[in-house]
């Protein structure tokens, strides 16, 4: 497989390894990113292999809640370019998408499209939208959360680039936990847990880390007989990275959230921890054509 320019610049930025280590794995790869970014990992090239890939495509984020705070929503919807995230029909758009997630009915996403909206369906409407605006549109996820005992606070950031729902089991009222809760989704926001705790991580997620990082201990000439207790060591300091309840608090780097939402539920007198993490980045994981304005205007007018 031929190796382009792009594709040594895309995985560059997603490691920030040089360019000539990232277009030799490459060749090694014959092409795979993902692969790729696991090699640079092994030889202790990548600075940062960020999974979800450059943010990429425009768009906006929106949640809603019902009145009382028991089931929450999230919806993502992607255009072409942030001048139209910013029309106003489209923002209207997503936000009755997050109003409608709210009611049951629907299983996945294609369920969700076929939801009455006005007079037709969340799809007719799409069309419609593309169609009046002249711009390629696209409902990319949507969910719907409603948890015995839980209640839901969320959190937006950017205007709608980043939304983020945590719900608490609890028996207080959202009055009573939404300081909590608006600071542990702003972590949330910018930390970028995967997982809320040890106990949710995919095994599958763990094998792959493990296998990569005592790859890794080996290219650094570690004896093979210490490679494991170095492992689990590195392997359990990245899932404090990864897990929300065992990173740091932003707003306090000397407790882990944890910690800060034990004092919060103490000050309460009631039972508060986190059931439910949901955390949606406009355009996370997709590819951005990149254009210049100035050409692309100097094209407009046949210069």
């Known amino acids: 497989m031929a190796i382009t320019a792009a594709m040594v610049k895309e995985l ?25 970014i696991e090699l640079l990992r092994e ?23 019902s009145p009382d705070y028991k089931v929450a929503s999230i919806v993502e919807v992607n255009s072409e370019t942030d001048f139209v995230a910013k029309n106003e029909d489209f923002i209207a758009f997503v936000e009755n998408l997050a109003e409608l997630a709210l009611e049951p009915g629907w299983n996945d996403l294609d369920d969700f499209l076929e939801k009455k909206l006005g007079e037709g369906t969340v799809k007719d409407k799409l069309n419609s939208l593309i169609a009046t605006i002249g711009e390629n549109m696209n409902v990319r996820r949507v969910q719907r959360t409603e948890l015995p005992g839980v209640v839901n606070v969320g959190y937006i950031h950017g205007g709608g680039k980043i939304g983020v729902i945590i719900g608490f089991e609890t028996e207080a009222s ?4 939404f300081v909590t809760g608006k600071d542990v989704a702003m972590q949330t926001a910018s930390m ?14 763990v094998e792959s ?6 790859q890794q201990a080996l290219n650094e000439g570690k004896p093979a007989d210490i490679v494991e207790k170095m492992v689990s060591g590195r392997l359990k300091k990245e899932l404090k990275e990864t897990c929300l309840l065992e990173q740091k608090f932003v707003k306090n780097g000397d407790i882990s959230v944890r910690q800060y939402i034990e004092s919060a539920a103490a000050a309460l007198g009631k039972k508060l921890s986190v059931a439910a993490m949901i955390r949606y980045e406009v355009g996370e994981g997709l590819e951005k ?3 210049n304005f100035a050409e692309e205007v100097a094209k407009q007018m046949g210069k």
Do not use: Q
């Not at 997603?14 to 790869?29: H, I, N, P, Q, S």
């Not at 880390?209 to 005592?214: F, P, T, V, Y």
């Open 12 to 36: 560059r930025e997603r490691t920030g390894a040089g360019m000539m280590d990232c277009k030799t794995v490459l060749v090694e790869t014959d092409g795979n990113i993902e692969r790729s």
């Open 43 to 65: 030889k202790g090239l990548a600075k940062a292999a960020k999974k979800a890939g450059r943010i990429a495509s425009e768009g906006l984020v929106r949640i809603n809640f």
């Open 174 to 177: 959202y009055d009573e936990v």
């Open 192 to 205: 970028s847990p995967r997982f809320i705790d040890e106990s949710g991580v995919d095994p599958e997620y």
């Open 209 to 214: 880390e493990k296998k990569i990082l005592i």
């Open 289 to 291: 054509k990149e254009e």
